[in-house]
Each structure stands twice: as structure tokens, then as C-alpha cells.
T-cell receptor, first 117, second 117 residues
Framework: AQTVTQSQPEMSVQEAETVTLSCTYD???????LFWYKQPPSRQMILVIR??????QNATENRFSVNFQKAAKSFSLKISDSQLGDAAMYFC??????????????FGKGTKLSVKP | DTGVSQDPRHKITKRGQNVTFRCDPI?????LYWYRQTLGQGPEFLTY????????KSRLLSDRFSAERPKGSFSTLEIQRTEQGDSAMYLC???????????????FGAGTRLSVL
């Protein structure tokens, strides 16, 4: 079974600085998808960024980028120029390809990010 | 399209009572997922529907839990004879799944927070 581990329960960053959130996963599959979701307090979870395992190029979405190391099974999220609105729980998630799978997400326990003004 | 909506947002009930939650997915999304999130944990998969068919149930879904998605539109999750251990956030997500593609992005609702006294 696949597992996702986020080893940093809490992180803090100064506004305008850069922070990296860690995620490792375990799988025997060669093709899969990885995601970072953001969950603000009392609000719905939203997708931040996604990565297809077959792509070597790291995904980037504006201030958010990932460092995907397939051999190490590592998928970290870098937030540049941190803003107060980035404060939230961040969840790393894994999904198998849909064929032969229900396609549900497997989540880590999350990292709570605080942004200091 | 207003996204995935869940009702109610909060539910307080006494142990032993039955509760029902509703999820309205993004229109034309063919997949609908239910997850449960307890304090300090990431969401855990409960069950999912492809159109109106319930195709998978996790072992977390005891016999007291039942889910339906009549006509492949909205879905309900019912918990019978609630227990204090059922207290959690119940999240619904929907997606449009085609083949194995990355297009199966899951969009989440804000959740229903259940407190069993």
C-alpha cells in the first residue's frame, strides 16, 4: 500500500521569504501523480500544484514550485515570496493512475504553515 | 458553477442518533469521493462513486455508514447510531475522470464538521 509522510508538523516563515515543505512517499508503482493541497482554516481544500511521475521536469505555478526526486521518493514544495495568505495547512497527496484503481487520494498528515508579518 | 457544496457545515448530535450529510458536486463531474478528516490528520478515503454506482468502500466505512448518489448527481452520507469516534470533518470531492489522465483533479467542498456528544 502507498503511504505519504510529512515530517514537519509545523513550519514558520517570514513574509516575503522562501520556505520549503517536505514530503516523502512509498510506492511500488512506476506511474502515479503527486499533489500539494492547501487547506486554510475553516475553508475548503484547494489544489496548489501537481506533478506527473513520468515527467522529469519539476512543476511550477507562480510562486509555488516542487522538487520531485523520483528515485528518492521525495516531493517537496517551495513557496517563494511568502504572503500572509499562504498561512494554512498543506497536505501532500498521492494518487495511482485511474486504470484499475479508484483514484482516491492518499494524504500525509499535513504541515501547518504560519507566515509572520 | 459554484464548486462543490456540502450541507450542513456543522452538525452536533447526541450519541446514538442518525445523521445525514449532503454533497452537491460540480455539475457534470462523474466521480464523487467521500473522505473523513480527524484532528491532526490528513483526509482518509471512505468511498467513491462513478456516476450513480458506488464502486469502492474503504474498511473505514463500517456497516453504520451508507452512501448514495441517486441519478449520479448529489450524494448523501448517512451515519446510523452515531458514536463519539465518528466526530470528524467529512469532506466531499468531485472530479471528471477520463482514462488514466491527470485530468482527474479532485475539487473539495468545505466539509461537514460532525460533533457527537
Amino acid at each position: 500500500a502507498q503511504t505519504v509522510t510529512q515530517s514537519q508538523p509545523e513550519m514558520s516563515v517570514q513574509e516575503a521569504e522562501t520556505v520549503t515543505l517536505s514530503c516523502t512517499y512509498d510506492t511500488s508503482e512506476s506511474d502515479y501523480y503527486l499533489f500539494w493541497y492547501k487547506q486554510p482554516p475553516s475553508r475548503q481544500m484547494i489544489l496548489v500544484i501537481r506533478q506527473e511521475a513520468y515527467k522529469q521536469q519539476n512543476a511550477t505555478e507562480n510562486r509555488f514550485s516542487v522538487n520531485f526526486q523520483k528515485a528518492a521518493k521525495s516531493f517537496s514544495l517551495k513557496i517563494s515570496d511568502s504572503q500572509l495568505g499562504d498561512a494554512a495547512m498543506y497536505f501532500c497527496a498521492y494518487r495511482s493512475p485511474l486504470g484499475g484503481s479508484q483514484g482516491n487520494l492518499i494524504f500525509g498528515k499535513g504541515t501547518k504553515l504560519s507566515v509572520k508579518p | 458553477d459554484t464548486g462543490v457544496s456540502q450541507d450542513p457545515r456543522h452538525k452536533i448530535t447526541k450519541r446514538g442518533q442518525n445523521v445525514t450529510f449532503r454533497c452537491d458536486p460540480i455539475s457534470e463531474h462523474n466521480r464523487l469521493y467521500w473522505y473523513r478528516q480527524t484532528l491532526g490528520q490528513g483526509p482518509e478515503f471512505l468511498t467513491y462513486f462513478q456516476n450513480e454506482a458506488q464502486l469502492e468502500k474503504s474498511r473505514l466505512l463500517s456497516d453504520r455508514f451508507s452512501a448514495e448518489r441517486p441519478k449520479g448527481s448529489f450524494s448523501t452520507l448517512e451515519i446510523q447510531r452515531t458514536e463519539q469516534g465518528d466526530s470528524a470533518m467529512y469532506l466531499c470531492a468531485s472530479s471528471f475522470a477520463v482514462g488514466n489522465g491527470v485530468g482527474n483533479i479532485q475539487y473539495f467542498g468545505a466539509g461537514t464538521r460532525l460533533s457527537v456528544l
